[in-house]
């Protein structure tokens, strides 16, 4: 069964302070998604991933992906409240089904 | 250009009873994706279109069903409504070799 697993599932932090969520899949992918996503909202595209090695940055967030290991992060620099959202990312398998498989999602909480 | 829109935005229902969901993609998208979100299971997907072909499905029961239109707007149908079925219910458009999704706001859907 192909699985996505993201890690951890809540987080809570200080402004200003650092983390990283991680995003682990089962299946050979080439193509990693990054959305966020508010209470109450629709999902936002944060990044697209596409190749090994791949690294995107867009302000205090920075995602990478690692196709060997079948691991994705999203470091988080400086925290503000802002960034308080539930974090999801996506795999599509190689197997040639447009078919997103997203993970668990992680929720962070930024506290002022 | 304008994003992805569903409508009803908020729907109640009974259980027994049918609904309709629509989605119009953002222009010149051809594929149409839908999703359920629930706080228990996640994002899971339903099914995907793809100029009027259904191209994947995901592992729901036969009385959900969609279609899609020539002009890529895509419907939703679930039929005799159970309580499990109140959720959130995404829809998203893609296109080209990024295959990056763009989501709408969701219709709400609430069974009694």
């Known amino acids: 069964e192909l699985k996505v697993e993201q890690n951890p599932l809540f987080l809570s932090m200080q402004e200003g302070k650092n983390y990283t969520i991680y995003c682990n899949y089962s299946t050979t992918s080439d193509r990693l998604y990054w959305y966020r996503q508010d209470p109450g909202k629709s999902l936002e595209s944060l990044f697209v991933l596409l190749s090994n090695g791949a690294v995107k940055q867009e302000g205090r967030l920075m995602a990478s992906l690692d196709t060997k290991a079948r691991l994705s992060t999203l470091h988080i620099t400086a925290a503000v409240h802002d960034l308080s959202a539930t974090y999801f990312c996506?795999?599509?398998?190689?197997?040639?089904?447009?078919?997103?498989?997203f993970g668990t999602g992680t929720r962070l909480k930024v506290l002022a | 250009k304008a994003g992805v829109t569903q409508t009803p935005r908020y729907l109640i229902k009974t259980r027994g009873q049918q609904v309709t969901l629509s989605c119009s993609p953002i222009s010149g998208h051809r594929s149409v994706s839908w999703y359920q979100q629930t706080p228990g299971q996640g994002l899971q997907f339903l099914f995907e279109y793809f100029s009027e072909t259904q191209r994947n499905k995901g592992n729901f029961p036969g009385r959900f069903s969609g279609r899609q239109f020539s002009n890529s707007r895509s419907e939703m149908n679930v039929s005799t409504l159970e309580l499990g079925d109140s959720a959130l219910y995404l829809c998203a458009s893609a296109q080209g070799a990024l295959y990056e999704q763009y989501f709408g706001p969701g219709t709400r859907l609430t069974v009694t």
């Open positions: 996506a795999v599509l398998p190689t197997s040639g089904t447009y078919k997103y498989i």
